[in-house]
């Protein structure tokens, strides 16, 4: 009980796997039941059990579509880049740190 007297229900979000959530995306896509019985088998609410199979949807057709294939050479032409002016970089901040150190303005260490 809490104060007055009157009992408070509190609700725990849950966080389901990524396999229990493409289940019953799965079976609501099949459609071998109506969602109000999927969502008391499974626990969940009908409204999540929508929202699972838009994103189940959605995935299918980004997987079809060729879309993730793009977005994975994207990610590693980015990378490659990155990878590319972290070299720029250290070089030169070894060139400005020798230079600086010739000059005799001292106290740059190289790492």
Known sequence: ????GSWIISRIRKNHPA???AKVALA????????SELALK????????????????ASMEAGFSGKLEKSH???EAQIHELHAKIGQLSVERDFLVDASNR??????KKW
Do not use: C, S
């Open 28 to 35: 609501a896509l099949r459609e071998d039941a109506p969602i």
């Open 19 to 21: 396999n229990f959530k």
């Open 42 to 57: 499974y626990g969940v609410h009908a409204t999540v059990i929508h929202r699972w199979k838009r994103e189940a949807l």
């Open 1 to 4: 009980m809490t104060k007055g």
């Open 103 to 108: 000059l005799g303005l001292g106290g740059v």
């Open 73 to 75: 050479t994207d990610q």
